[in-house]
């Protein structure tokens, strides 16, 4: 089975307008679901909006890319389209805050920014593995052991991409069809660049951000959480609003993060006027 072939950007700007700049690195959900990029930018009137799809980068030829270098580009594309000193706030949805950490901190330099991280969560060994498992059971076929993920991960990708491949040469067989549809291969699609970034994420070595450089907020409802490698104050927490599971996107959601970003924005000027 081919998969489909068209890497997509990395960073595109949703809406345009005069306020802070906003750059949600989030996902397109496994189903029809709104993204939560997409509601920001339809919530955030004067505020350009960015998306960072790591997922639509590895959509192509390229299975696999860790996050330093997911982070380059997508903040090398964002300068090249955004206004030079403007506040900036990465928000990062679940998987991609370690990704969104990196992007912030390499924008600290020309820009104000804060990082809000929207119910956070760093994949390791056991979510790669279980996922792969999950997907395989959605197939409807006899689950195999992930490839060993200590390898390359070109390879393992590769490795994961075969096995699904056949899976879902199966299914079709089952279905007595003659030749897998277009869908099919799309889903493969879905799945491969999935796991391509939970790993990653599973294969990153987190870089603590600057102190003082970027401002954390982390919207979550772990109790007493902490950012992984650094001190419990270094990250502000608040409370994000009811989901019925972890990866719900909802408007409230939207709000809750554009609430942030008022209050930081607020803050900050605030600052500028008692230091005038």
């Known amino acids: 089975m081919q998969a489909v072939v068209g890497t997509q950007p990395l960073c595109s700007r949703l809406s345009s307008g005069e306020k802070a700049a906003i750059l949600v690195s989030d996902f397109q959900p496994l189903t029809a679901a709104p ?42 594309a964002f300068r090249a389209a955004a206004e030079p000193g403007r506040p900036v706030f990465v928000v990062a949805h679940c998987s991609a805050a370690a990704l969104s950490l990196r992007i912030a901190g390499l924008l600290a330099g020309d820009h104000e920014v804060t990082a809000v991280l929207v119910r956070p969560t760093w994949p390791d060994t056991d979510h790669v593995t279980e996922i792969f498992a999950e997907f395989q059971g959605k ?21 994961m991409e075969q096995l699904m ?3 879902l040469a199966a299914v079709a067989k089952r279905l007595g069809l003659g030749k897998a549809p277009l869908a099919f291969s799309e889903l493969l699609v879905s799945y491969r660049t999935w796991l391509a970034f939970l790993l990653a994420c599973r294969n990153d070595r987190p870089v603590p951000v600057p102190p003082g450089a970027v401002a954390i907020t982390a919207l979550t ?29 909802t408007p409230e959601l939207a709000s809750a993060v554009l609430a942030e970003v008022d209050n930081q924005s607020a803050e900050n000027q605030s600052s500028d006027w008692r230091d005038s």
């Open 35 to 76: 993204r939560l990029s997409t509601l920001v930018a339809d919530a955030a009137p004067g505020h350009p909006v960015h998306q960072v799809d790591p997922r639509g980068a590895l959509s192509g030829d390229r299975l696999y890319a860790t996050l330093p270098d997911l982070a380059d580009e997508a903040a090398a």
């Open 139 to 159: 197939l409807g076929t006899v689950r195999r052991p992930a490839p060993d993920l200590d390898g390359d991960p070109l390879a393992c990708v590769a490795a």
């Open 165 to 167: 491949s056949e899976d």
């Open 221 to 249: 409802d772990e109790p007493g959480f902490v950012l992984p490698g650094s001190a419990p104050e270094r990250c502000r927490t608040v409370l994000a609003p009811p989901a019925d599971r972890p990866d719900a996107v």
